[in-house]
């Protein structure tokens, strides 16, 4: 059966289109050839784009690459999805919750700390050493340890640097300790908090990527040390790691984890 022939709004998003991902610059007769569209159909759609700003036109080669008007589109879909962040991770941190019976949190990137962003409290309540609006200690918090981990060398340098108050008998409080449960995290996909920050309770994190593969925040199941296991081996993991996968999804984050450097 032959294809409806597209129109001109569905060519034009093509077109649009055929500069992603990485904007490089091509001419008429390249996204003619490209897409199969005719050329003068083709330049006459370009010329359109570079005069409302979605294109740019060098004014040597004649190339075109996208604009500002575009790189505006682009600004305001990050900005919103970083201001809704948290009610686009709620259904799945409540799902979580549900599938799990234990307390999970969102935790935020915040400068060189994490804060709790939402809380979905589980049908057996613990005390948590924390509630929303708090910032949590980066060494110790199984959030700032899944963010942490993947976040750039300056901001662990940052850290690794600071005083590492004990909380608890189990806290961290050597650099080397902290850096090697960050190389751990990296390749396990989870960060730990065994007791660190309240006693009998522990917490498994998972991070959160944007669309540009930074990480932003943390899912965190937290509970009672006898049922929230820190093991590589626990049920918990899986489960985690498709939640907090799922929230990246719908930040347009692509692929697997970053691959550790």
């Not at 979605?54 to 879909?77: H, I």
């Amino acid at each position: 059966m032959r294809q409806p022939k597209a129109n001109a709004i569905e060519k034009t998003l093509t077109i649009l289109s055929a500069f992603t991902p990485y904007n490089h610059a091509m001419g008429t007769t390249e996204i003619s050839q490209k897409l199969g569209y005719h050329k003068a159909t083709v330049s006459r759609i370009l010329l359109t784009l570079a005069q409302n700003s979605y294109l740019e036109q060098d004014s040597v080669t004649k190339q075109f690459r996208l604009g500002p008007a575009a790189m505006a589109l682009g600004m305001a879909v990050r900005q919103s999805l970083k201001s809704d962040l948290v009610q686009i991770a709620k259904p799945f941190i409540d799902q979580l919750r549900d599938q799990l019976k234990e307390s999970v949190l969102l935790e935020l990137l915040a400068g060189e700390n994490t804060v709790i962003a939402y809380i979905a409290e589980g049908p057996r309540r613990v005390r948590l050493a924390g509630s929303i609006g708090d910032f949590l200690p980066t060494h110790v918090a199984a959030g700032a340890k899944a963010i942490l981990a993947y976040s750039s060398a300056e901001i662990q340098k940052l850290v690794l640097a600071k005083e590492m108050p004990r909380l608890t008998s189990h806290t961290i409080t050597e650099p080397v300790e902290l850096k090697r449960q960050l190389l751990e995290t990296r390749k396990t996909g989870v960060a730990f908090d065994q007791e660190e920050h309240d006693v009998d309770i522990n917490a498994i994190a998972a991070p959160v990527f944007n669309d540009q593969g930074q990480p932003v925040a943390a899912v965190v199941v937290a509970g009672p040390a006898t049922r929230v296991v820190c093991v590589d081996t626990s049920p918990v993991i899986p489960m985690l790691k498709q939640t907090s996968a799922s929230i990246s999804a719908r930040l347009y984050h692509t692929g697997s984890l970053p691959e550790h450097a």
